[in-house]
Each structure stands twice: as structure tokens, then as C-alpha cells.
């Protein structure tokens, strides 16, 4: 039986590393910083291209980016949800104004399902109004996003929703990997 819950209930919202001065680069640096051009809309597994930064002081283990986190847009035309499918490889901190999600532990939802739900329609429809009230730049705080209404399926359902949107992504990405083969096998045989 479905249940209504809203996301705190659920999960742990918190903001993303506040740098107090300009972020600036450090090509040895101890951590990794996750920012929202890193970001796709549907999992992420791969950590090395992210900006790697030395902090004042380390982060605490709490702000840390893990396997089974989602990482969510504030800001901007598209609030879509991240699912972090793998362990980062160095300590990764979301940038603000991203927010990491993190399920309660023993909780009543699987983490990749929630990512797939935060990505759904209706959903998305109540982070764009609550993030458009009263402002002119388009932003949902963390207090907003606690407060958003979600309608939970049964654990046996949830892995069945996580399993068919794995496959939905697998068949999104060998469709695009045979365009662009039948393309290129195209402009070959054109020259």
C-alpha cells in the first residue's frame, strides 16, 4: 500500500560547502568538489573529472558525498535529482547551492528509488512552485524541499521502479551510442 510522507520524514536534507572566499583549483588537492556542472539528471558513478580543492580544515564526515546520496539543483531551469551510484574516490563536497539527500538509515525507502521519484513529473511540478514563490530567480531552499509531499510504494515495488529505470536508462544510452555509430558510418560512406 502506498503511503504519504513528506521528505524530511524520510531523509536528511543538508546544504552544500559554502566556500568563505573564491574556490580556486588544486590539481593535488585532498578533496573533490561536486558542483552543478557535474550534475546529470539521472545517476552519477564516475568522480574523476570533478575539481579537486584544498579546504582550510577537514570536512566533516557528515557533509561527505557517498554511494546511495542524491544530490539536488537549487538553482536554475531544472531541480532534476542525481543518484550517486558509486563511491566517490577521494572526499567529495557538494558545492553549494547543491543539497545532499541522504536516506535515513533503516528507513522505509531504497535511495535510488527516491532519486528516480524526486525526477517524477509531479514532483518536479512542486519543487518549481514552491522555488517560484515570491522570488524572482528561481530557487527552493533546503526548508522547501524538507516540506515536499511524496508518495511512497512498498519496498517490493520500489526495487522493481529502481530495475526498470536502470534498464530505461541502458536502452536511452545504446540508442544514443547507435546513432551516433549509424551517423558516423553514414558520413563514411558519403566521403
Not at 502506498?2 to 560547502?17: C, H, M, P, Q
Not at 536511452?172 to 555509430?181: F, I, M, N, S
Amino acid at each position: 500500500m502506498k503511503t504519504t510522507v513528506e521528505l524530511i520524514d524520510i531523509a536528511e536534507v543538508r546544504s552544500g560547502f559554502n566556500a568563505r572566499r573564491r574556490v580556486e583549483e588544486a590539481p593535488y588537492g585532498a578533496v573533490q568538489l561536486l558542483q552543478m556542472k557535474d550534475l546529470n539528471d539521472a545517476e552519477m558513478s564516475t568522480f574523476e573529472e570533478l575539481m579537486r580543492i584544498d579546504t582550510a580544515e577537514a570536512p566533516a564526515e557528515r557533509s561527505l558525498v557517498h554511494a546511495g546520496d542524491i544530490i539536488i539543483r537549487t538553482r536554475g531551469g531544472s531541480n532534476a535529482a542525481t543518484y550517486i551510484a558509486a563511491e566517490p574516490t577521494l572526499p567529495t563536497l557538494p558545492a553549494s547551492p547543491l543539497l545532499l539527500i541522504r536516506v535515513a538509515e533503516g528507513g522505509r525507502v531504497l535511495p535510488a528509488y527516491l532519486a528516480w521519484l524526486l525526477n517524477q513529473a509531479d514532483v518536479q511540478e512542486q519543487i518549481t512552485y514552491m522555488a517560484c514563490r515570491g522570488t524572482a530567480v528561481p530557487l527552493i531552499s533546503k526548508k522547501m524541499l524538507e516540506k515536499i509531499t511524496l508518495t511512497i510504494h512498498p519496498m517490493e515495488q520500489q526495487e522493481q521502479i529502481v530495475q526498470i529505470a536502470a534498464l530505461s536508462r541502458e536502452v536511452q544510452q545504446l540508442t544514443h551510442e547507435l546513432a551516433d555509430t549509424r551517423a558516423r558510418y553514414v558520413n563514411a560512406l558519403i566521403r
